[in-house]
């Protein structure tokens, strides 16, 4: 509660502040952030979301009433076609908002190399060993990139927020009391405690078959680029594994995201660092109830 509070007030100071700038230098906040890449702007972070809802013999039970714990499962697989046709996969996790159906993944999931995009997307979380999750797969129905990623696909801001359909569910509540939900954060500092969670066709996760089958998961420290990117040690394969968050304080469910698996370079797998005020707006373009891609 506590949090939240702290929270709505961190993001109403973040809009001040944008709009307080906005009002004499740039008109709009892509313009803004277009021009310079400046680490001093507000970092704020959002705590992870608990799974609130289970399905026990096709019923919707409160976890809070199950006398075991239910495990989060925020993180899934990302299917989509292009237009040529070719099917392709990548990772994408439910982060913790208010509208409670926003995914992240990379931004080369959702447009391709002649910057189009997907078609029949959809997602389906806690997919493992082959198999979609108890609650099945979820349409995506709409996402945002920043503007640099759209345009000329800067590999710095390989990144970009989804929304899900939630109607399957028949529920009033959104897909995160579901499955929970990651937090997220923008302060990347160097040698970061970090897992990284997805579904690598190709890569070189450990103790996993690195097909796009199976959930796999890198434990180790990430490396920063000062200016550019978050990097991991390791190949994250030719698809599947694109899109995986980078998280800290990972309890095997739910975790922190601060990047994702956004491009290799040959030896490292490099992560974007986010904007926290594009990021917000983003967010707040996504979360609009007049939303439509
Ligand atoms: C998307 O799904 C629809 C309905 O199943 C199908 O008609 C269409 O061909 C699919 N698009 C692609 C690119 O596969
Ligand atoms: C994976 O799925 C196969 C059947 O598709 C099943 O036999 C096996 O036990 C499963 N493995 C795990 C670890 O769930
Ligand atoms: C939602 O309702 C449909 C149709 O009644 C049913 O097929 C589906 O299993 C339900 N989903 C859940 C998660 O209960
Ligand atoms: C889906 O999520 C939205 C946004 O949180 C919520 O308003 C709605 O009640 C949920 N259920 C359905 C069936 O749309
Ligand atoms: C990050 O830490 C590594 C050692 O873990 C070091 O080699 C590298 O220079 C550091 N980078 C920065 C930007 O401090
Ligand atoms: C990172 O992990 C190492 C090894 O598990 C541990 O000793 C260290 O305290 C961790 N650092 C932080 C900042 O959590
Ligand atoms: C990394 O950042 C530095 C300083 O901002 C910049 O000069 C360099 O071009 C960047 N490298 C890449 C690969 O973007």
Request: hydrophobic share 35%.
């Given at each position: 509660m506590i949090k939240n509070i702290i929270f709505y007030f961190l993001t109403a100071l973040i809009m001040l502040i944008f709009k307080i700038d906005s009002?004499?230098?740039?008109?709009?906040i892509h313009k803004a952030i277009e021009n310079t890449r400046d680490f001093s702007e507000p970092h704020f972070s959002v705590p992870p979301f608990e799974v609130k809802n289970a399905i026990v013999n096709n019923k919707i039970v409160e976890?809070?009433?199950?006398?075991f714990e239910f495990k989060a499962f925020p993180i899934g697989k990302l299917s989509m076609v292009s237009q040529s046709g070719i099917p392709t996969t990548c990772t994408a996790s439910i982060i913790n908002t208010q509208d409670g159906n926003i995914g992240l993944t990379a931004g080369r999931c959702l447009i391709d190399s002649n910057f189009q995009d997907y078609e029949n997307m959809t997602f389906s979380p806690g997919f493992d060993n082959g198999t979609d999750g108890v609650l099945g797969e979820f349409p995506v129905i709409g996402y945002v990139l920043p503007k640099e990623y759209k345009e000329s696909r800067n590999k710095l801001f390989n990144w970009g927020l989804l929304k899900f359909d939630?109607?399957?569910?028949?529920?009033?509540?959104?897909l995160q009391y579901f499955t929970g939900a990651l937090g997220y954060d923008f302060e990347v500092v160097n040698s970061t405690n970090t897992t990284v969670q997805g579904y690598p066709n190709g890569g070189q996760f450990p103790?996993?078959?690195?097909?796009?089958y199976e959930l796999c998961t890198w434990e180790g420290v990430s490396t920063l680029i000062p200016g550019n990117f978050t990097t991991i040690p390791i190949y994250v394969g030719?698809?599947?594994?694109?899109?995986a968050p980078y998280m800290t304080n990972f309890n095997g469910g739910l975790g922190t995201l601060?990047?994702?698996?956004?491009?290799?370079d040959g030896v490292n797998t490099l992560g974007p660092i986010y904007n926290g005020i594009e990021f917000q707006a983003l967010l707040d373009e996504i979360m609009a109830p007049t939303f439509m891609h």
């Amino acid at each position: 509660m506590i949090k939240n509070i702290i929270f709505y007030f961190l993001t109403a100071l973040i809009m001040l502040i944008f709009k307080i700038d906005s009002s004499y230098s740039s008109p709009t906040i892509h313009k803004a952030i277009e021009n310079t890449r400046d680490f001093s702007e507000p970092h704020f972070s959002v705590p992870p979301f608990e799974v609130k809802n289970a399905i026990v013999n096709n019923k919707i039970v409160e976890t809070a009433n199950l006398d075991f714990e239910f495990k989060a499962f925020p993180i899934g697989k990302l299917s989509m076609v292009s237009q040529s046709g070719i099917p392709t996969t990548c990772t994408a996790s439910i982060i913790n908002t208010q509208d409670g159906n926003i995914g992240l993944t990379a931004g080369r999931c959702l447009i391709d190399s002649n910057f189009q995009d997907y078609e029949n997307m959809t997602f389906s979380p806690g997919f493992d060993n082959g198999t979609d999750g108890v609650l099945g797969e979820f349409p995506v129905i709409g996402y945002v990139l920043p503007k640099e990623y759209k345009e000329s696909r800067n590999k710095l801001f390989n990144w970009g927020l989804l929304k899900f359909d939630n109607r399957s569910l028949n529920s009033s509540q959104p897909l995160q009391y579901f499955t929970g939900a990651l937090g997220y954060d923008f302060e990347v500092v160097n040698s970061t405690n970090t897992t990284v969670q997805g579904y690598p066709n190709g890569g070189q996760f450990p103790n996993c078959m690195n097909i796009g089958y199976e959930l796999c998961t890198w434990e180790g420290v990430s490396t920063l680029i000062p200016g550019n990117f978050t990097t991991i040690p390791i190949y994250v394969g030719d698809d599947g594994g694109y899109g995986a968050p980078y998280m800290t304080n990972f309890n095997g469910g739910l975790g922190t995201l601060y990047s994702n698996c956004g491009n290799y370079d040959g030896v490292n797998t490099l992560g974007p660092i986010y904007n926290g005020i594009e990021f917000q707006a983003l967010l707040d373009e996504i979360m609009a109830p007049t939303f439509m891609h």
